[in-house]
């Protein structure tokens, strides 16, 4: 059991992914701005999945976690991270987030930092094992419960940061790809908005992508 807090559990993908990580057996808290409403989400979350769930304040959350996922909106985003900053040094710190600009939310807007990953390592400073995950995987996927039909770009300079957050993610059923440095997070944050558009185009439900392949050294 790992304790595991989500910073803007609230919402829908925070949600969906704590439900997911309580049925794997982790004790997650919630944390969000307002902590009453986190509590709420959490009793309704406990209620479903059967897991350990509570809910707190941001601060409180980032303070008495081992291990982080921030899953706030972008508009949020650098808000969030400035409030929690000195809580999660040292941790491991999972960046879900996705530099999605409305109205335009079809359209690839990455931020003059290259990606949002890196605008957040630059809040949060060299101490934090920064790493960035789950930006192409929808929050009705993550709370179907079913093994998920698309992998998962995981990107870090942490290599030992990345493998534990591998980890994690194959618990919950979800094949991940280390995809280089915290800078190659910038090809999952663009293709989000490639994915919105899959979905409107050809009417998909929360399209993903599959890395296929064989390996070199493969048993013929």
Avoid at 15 to 40: F, M, N, Q, T, V
């Amino acid at each position: 059991m790992t304790k595991i807090g989500i910073l803007g559990g609230t919402g829908a993908l925070g949600a969906a992914l704590a439900g997911r990580l309580a049925k794997a057996g982790h004790e997650i808290c919630i944390g969000s701005r307002d902590p009453a409403k986190a509590d709420r989400v959490a009793r309704e979350i406990a209620a479903a999945s059967g897991g350990s769930i509570s809910g707190a304040g941001l601060i409180e959350t980032a303070e008495g976690n081992e291990l982080l996922f921030i899953t706030v909106p972008y508009a949020a985003h650098a808000d969030t991270l400035s409030q929690v900053r000195d809580a999660v040094q040292g941790k491991i710190v999972v960046d879900a987030t996705v530099p999605l600009q409305l109205p335009k939310v079809g359209t690839v807007q990455l931020p003059a930092a290259g990606c949002a990953a890196l605008e957040a390592a630059n809040i949060l400073g060299p101490g934090v094992r920064l790493v960035s995950a789950l930006q192409n995987i929808g929050a009705e996927k993550l709370a179907s419960g079913q093994a998920i039909d698309a992998d998962v770009f995981v990107a870090g300079d942490d290599a030992a940061a990345v493998e534990v957050v591998q980890e994690l993610l194959s618990q919950l059923a979800i094949r991940s790809w280390h995809v280089g440095p915290l800078a190659n997070s910038a090809a999952a944050e663009a293709l989000t908005s490639v994915l919105i558009q899959l979905n409107r185009r050809y009417k998909l439900v929360q399209a993903g992508v599959r890395i296929t392949g064989e390996r070199k050294d493969a048993p013929r």
